[in-house]
T-cell receptor
Framework: DAGVIQSPRHEVTEMGQEVTLRCKPI?????LFWYRQTMMRGLELLIYFNNNVPIDDSGMPEDRFSAKMPNASFSTLKIQPSEPRDSAVYFC???????????FGDGTRLSIL | AQTVTQSQPEMSVQEAETVTLSCTYDTSESDYYLFWYKQPPSRQMILVIRQEAYKQQNATENRFSVNFQKAAKSFSLKISDSQLGDAAMYFC????????????FGKGTRLSVIA
């Protein structure tokens, strides 16, 4: 079975541009998580969904960040406008049920110049 | 709120030797899950092992085992017969069983394996 699929794998863009990160969870998984990883702060949860509904978005840094899950097989994380401090690796993960292990995608390395 | 602490930013081990990575956590809950994830240079996050808090028996997966001390809130990972492919960042993570809480990660330990 395919794992969690994220795209793009790398993204380099200039400050002020809109960035959209995409995630396809494992089929049948009802939880989806977005994490950000930086050297300074480690792995931070940004937002997570259950059955396509956002449950907790308290980790979203500010209004420039938004996430959607229009259906069970697709989610996006959007940054508009992007800033250099948004540079990080962004991971998507999914799980079946609230306590089962999370399966991670390969991450998107985002660089904002 | 739960916290996870990994006090060893870096560790090294000789190939074929054994190494133990430390993890402590803080919680007021009695039921929860604990995990160790491995992140190699390819940056994938790979689940290594998990432990249910209600189980007294320590989890084991091939060369990987844990020492779970619930009273001490300690969850260390032992890697036996270390291999070059074990070189990676290792993250300890906590997940509550109550409510809809996600994983809480430690800062990670970078493990180097010396040939």
């Amino acid at each position: 079975d395919a794992g969690v699929i994220q795209s793009p794998r790398h993204e380099v863009t200039e400050m002020g541009q809109e960035v959209t990160l995409r995630c396809k969870p494992i089929s049948g998984h009802d939880y989806l998580f977005w994490y950000r990883q930086t050297m300074m702060r480690g792995l931070e949860l940004l937002i997570y969904f259950n059955n396509n509904v956002p449950i907790d978005d308290s980790g979203m840094p500010e209004d420039r960040f938004s996430a959607k899950m229009p259906n069970a097989s697709f989610s996006t994380l959007k940054i508009q406008p992007s800033e250099p401090r948004d540079s990080a690796v962004y991971f998507c993960a999914s799980s079946q049920g609230g306590v089962q292990p999370q399966h991670f995608g390969d991450g998107t390395r985002l660089s904002i110049l | 709120a739960q916290t996870v602490t990994q006090s060893q930013p870096e560790m090294s081990v000789q190939e074929a030797e054994t190494v133990t990575l430390s993890c402590t956590y803080d919680t007021s809950e009695s039921d929860y899950y604990l995990f160790w994830y491995k992140q190699p240079p390819s940056r994938q996050m790979i689940l290594v092992i998990r432990q249910e808090a209600y189980k007294q028996q320590n989890a084991t997966e091939n060369r990987f085992s844990v020492n779970f001390q619930k009273a001490a809130k300690s969850f260390s990972l032992k890697i036996s017969d270390s291999q070059l492919g074990d070189a990676a960042m290792y993250f300890c993570a906590y997940r509550s069983l109550s409510g809809n809480t996600p994983l809480v990660f430690g800062k990670g330990t970078r493990l180097s394996v010396i040939a």
